[in-house]
Each structure stands twice: as structure tokens, then as C-alpha cells.
């Protein structure tokens, strides 16, 4: 069955630090890569997306991801993170075949900066 | 572009009420979606729409569930005899095609409280 776990529930990291939320996903057929953003009271947002070709994509607001194929992980990572990080994300996936419209999302993490 | 707009924001009912939520998606988007979001889970698919025809809706939680899109614009979203178990937030989304790398582009969400 396809699936998208999303390690940690919560991360708290300090203003300026780097961070990492991670991403795991599990398929039979091909697979399509998201990371939204929610802010508190705000709809979901997308920070990139991975598709095909480079395995590092580049997103909003400083964020890039890397899709690893042979550790089926798509994690999300920051070299320097802001209090206006603060925030949820969550990892999606569409998956190839039938279903392929409908994405499938992880439980999400909470990332806290501290000042 | 005014991004997907959803009415009401916030819904408090009486268990056993019939509650109906609104959907504007992005002009010309032709796919509509709709997710739930129970507290700590990232969203869970419902159904969709490409234009005006349902094209999956077996994900529906229940037969007290249904979705209409009449013209192929706005959606509704209708819950029958509401259920406390259905204190939720519903999300809309839409996109601009039908293929399955399209961004999908997510409102703020109405949040239901089944008392």
C-alpha cells in the first residue's frame, strides 16, 4: 500500500540553526513529492515539489528538499530557519496509476523556532 | 487570482443537524478537491470533481455525505445528520488540469464543531 510517514511529530530549533523535517514514503509504482506549509488559521501552502530529473529541489522561502530514491525519503531541510518559520508541514505524495489525483499526506510536523 | 475561497470558516452544530460547506476554487481551475483534516492527521481524501462530474467519491466517510459541483464552478459539501465524530476541518483545493502534477491549491478550510 502506498503511504507517506512523516518521522517526528514535532521539532524545536533555535532562530538562525539549521533544520531537517524528514519524509518517508512507500510505493510500488511512481511517485510524485510535495511539502506544503500551514500556518495557524491559513489554508495549505506549497513549498516545492519533485517531479523528475534533479533529485535537490529548491523551494520557497529558503527550503529545498532532496528525493532519495533507494531510501524512498523526500526530506525537507533549511541552512538557517526564522521565528516566521513557525509553522506546520507536511509531506504529500501522488502516486502513479489509479488514485493518482488524490494526495496523500503524512501526519505533519511542527517546527517551533526559538528566538 | 484570489486563490480558493471557502464558506463558512467556522460551523458549530447540534449533533443530528445537516451542515453544508462552500467551495469558490480558482477561476478556470477545472479539478476541485475535497480533504478532511482531523486534529494531529495531515488531510484525508473525500472526492473530487473534474468540472462538474464526480469522478470518485467511494472515499466519502459515509452515505451522510455528499458533494455537488452544478456547473462545474463552486462546490458544496453536505453532511447529514451530523455525528460529534464529524469535528473536523474540511479543506478545498483546486487545480488547473487533470494531470496529476498539477500543484493542488488549498483554501483556509471550514472548521466544524459537532456538539
Known amino acids: 500500500a502506498q503511504s507517506v510517514t512523516q518521522l517526528d511529530s514535532q521539532v524545536p530549533v533555535f532562530e538562525e540553526a539549521p533544520v531537517e523535517l524528514r519524509c518517508n514514503y512507500s510505493?510500488?509504482?511512481?511517485?510524485?513529492l510535495f511539502w506544503y506549509v500551514q500556518y495557524p488559521n491559513q489554508g495549505l501552502q506549497l513549498l516545492l515539489k519533485?517531479?523528475?530529473?534533479?533529485?535537490l529541489v529548491k523551494g520557497i522561502n529558503g527550503f529545498e528538499a532532496e528525493f532519495n530514491k533507494s531510501q524512498t525519503s523526500f526530506h525537507l531541510r533549511k541552512p538557517s530557519v526564522h521565528i516566521s518559520d513557525t509553522a506546520e508541514y507536511f509531506c504529500?505524495?501522488?502516486?502513479?496509476?489509479?488514485?493518482?489525483?488524490?494526495?496523500?499526506f503524512g501526519k505533519g510536523t511542527k517546527l517551533s523556532v526559538i528566538p | 487570482d484570489t486563490g480558493v475561497s471557502q464558506n463558512p470558516r467556522h460551523k458549530i452544530t447540534k449533533r443530528g443537524q445537516n451542515v453544508t460547506f462552500r467551495c469558490d476554487p480558482i477561476?478556470?481551475?477545472?479539478?476541485l478537491y475535497w480533504y478532511r483534516q482531523t486534529l494531529g492527521q495531515g488531510p484525508e481524501f473525500l472526492t473530487y470533481?473534474?468540472?462538474?462530474?464526480?469522478?470518485?467519491k467511494s472515499r466519502l466517510l459515509s452515505d451522510r455525505f455528499s458533494a455537488e459541483r452544478p456547473k462545474g464552478s463552486f462546490s458544496t459539501l453536505e453532511i447529514q445528520r451530523t455525528e460529534q465524530g464529524d469535528s473536523a476541518m474540511y479543506l478545498c483545493?483546486?487545480?488547473?488540469?487533470?494531470?496529476?502534477?498539477?500543484?493542488?491549491?488549498f483554501g483556509p478550510g471550514t472548521r466544524l464543531t459537532v456538539l
Open positions: 504529500a505524495a501522488t502516486f502513479g496509476g489509479a488514485g493518482s489525483y488524490q494526495l496523500t
Open positions: 470533481f473534474q468540472n462538474e462530474a464526480q469522478l470518485e
Open positions: 519533485y517531479l523528475s530529473g534533479s533529485t
Open positions: 477561476s478556470e481551475h477545472n479539478r
Open positions: 510505493s510500488s509504482v511512481s511517485v510524485y
Open positions: 483545493a483546486s487545480s488547473p488540469s487533470s494531470v496529476s502534477t498539477d500543484t493542488q491549491y
